[in-house]
């Protein structure tokens, strides 16, 4: 089948109105239309997951199903809807998930020697049970030792991520929280206020850049951080890859600390922003992304077996 032949969604949040997302959506449209891969912006909100009579059916403004997906949203029901119809998603549902969330992201990669921050998982409670007895997160206190890293496990842009001081700033910082899923991580005090971001796909660095800001502890560029073109060392590189393969992401953004004996993981982002280490580097992520997903081609249903299921609204 020639590229030309390829239709492909481009899957993006309904309720995500800010410019720098329709930006980011309409620079890979037109990435994968330079692959002359006819491309469709589709919301999440036009698109309905069905299942009738026990078998998946998608309804609501539809059309065709394409025949591969650019999963470029968090909705992680409708990514796996996706591929319950047979349609080949990029990222993976699964790899959404587990990058979508800290907490998940930190167990998944434990035990398999990726050096990491030294990370607590708090225990659990229920949306209006407030945490009477405090002891617990003492002890973390003492065992981590101040300042200390709160991090929620849903975030993005640096935000949802908290510097403590005193044990009393930590207290107050969990009753905030409520029943939200957190982590709680040692400080990395060399690497304050700068970090790297380094693009994969498949196999491959395709780009890079180190972050750093002058007033946060934290380097993200949405948080006041500037950004410089980096050029990663081999440990760093085959740490990045390492992760993004464990997890399963077949393209990722992968932040990476400075330790004080090398690098260490901070975090995976199955959707990273393109926009930012574009306008850095000079590099388009999308046009490798798209070599990629075209080279991965042909493991779904055909085109008519996924027409088949389709159930217009």
């Known amino acids: 089948m020639k590229t030309s032949d390829l ?10 109105q ?10 890979i449209q037109a990435s994968a239309e330079r ?21 998946p059916l998608l309804k609501g403004k539809v059309g065709k199903l394409p025949d591969f997906v650019l999963f470029m949203d968090k909705d992680i029901h409708l990514a796996r809807h996706l591929e319950m119809l047979g349609l080949p998603v990029f990222n993976s549902s699964n790899a959404i998930d587990i990058c979508d969330s800290k ?9 398999h020697g990726i050096p990491m ?10 949306d209006g049970i407030e945490r009477g007895n405090m002891d617990v997160f003492k002890q973390i206190g003492s065992e981590l030792g101040f300042p200390l890293i709160v991090k929620e496990s849903y975030g993005s842009f640096g935000e ?35 970090d790297i971001r380094v693009n994969v796909v498949g196999d491959q660095v395709v780009a890079a850049m180190q972050r750093h800001s002058e007033h946060d502890f934290r380097a993200n560029m949405t948080a006041g951080g500037k950004a410089e073109p980096y050029t990663p060392t081999k440990e760093e590189a085959k740490l990045a890859i390492r992760c993004a393969k464990l997890l399963g992401a077949s393209f990722a953004g992968v932040d990476l600390l400075f330790g004080e004996d090398g690098p260490l993981l901070c975090e995976v982002n199955s959707n990273s922003h393109l926009l930012n280490i574009y306008e850095c580097t000079g590099i388009n992520i999308a046009d490798s992304m798209f070599d990629y997903m075209l080279n991965n081609l042909g493991k779904g249903s055909t085109k008519d077996e996924k027409t088949s299921r389709l159930a217009d609204l």
């Not at 239709?7 to 995500?16: E, P, S």
């Not at 692959?35 to 078998?55: C, H, Q, Y």
């Open 7 to 16: 239709h492909c969604w481009i899957v993006v949040n309904g309720y995500l």
């Open 18 to 27: 800010h410019d720098k997302f329709s930006s980011l959506a309409l620079f």
């Open 35 to 55: 692959k002359n891969i006819k491309a469709t912006l589709i919301r999440n909100s036009d698109l309905i997951p069905v299942v009738e009579k026990g078998v």
């Open 103 to 111: 907490a998940k992201t930190h167990q998944a990669l434990a035990g």
């Open 117 to 126: 921050p030294k990370t607590i998982f708090p225990p659990f409670t229920y």
């Open 160 to 194: 949802q991520v908290y510097l403590l001081q005193t044990e009393e700033e930590l207290l107050m910082t969990i009753r905030q929280l409520g029943h939200k899923p957190f982590i709680i991580q040692e400080f990395i005090r060399h690497s304050k206020g700068r």
